[in-house]
């Protein structure tokens, strides 16, 4: 299976989520997120699951914005 990762920075500001899998950077970020916020997961395919191996504060961010990254804005339609 795939290592899914996200890394919420509720100190920057706009605040974001920056997403991982198996460690890579996803393009696609999210900004403007709440200040409160709770994880939730679905599970689609029968017989698929997820386990969570782990959460922990950071002392810093360690999601590198760059050109190539897209910031969506959270509260919009997305399409």
Do not use: M
Not at 42 to 50: D, K
Not at 59 to 74: C, G, L, N, P, Y
Request: glycine share 6%; aromatic share 12%.
């Amino acid at each position: 299976g795939q290592r899914i990762s996200v890394e919420v920075d509720l100190n920057s500001s706009p605040r974001k989520a920056v997403f991982f899998v198996d460690g890579i950077q996803q393009k696609n970020y999210v900004t403007g997120i709440p200040k409160k916020i709770r994880f939730f997961a679905f599970v689609l395919q029968s017989g698929s699951s997820f386990h969570i191996t782990r959460s922990e504060r950071l002392r810093q961010s360690s999601a590198h914005i760059d050109a190539d990254s897209v910031a969506w804005k959270w509260g919009k339609d997305w399409k």
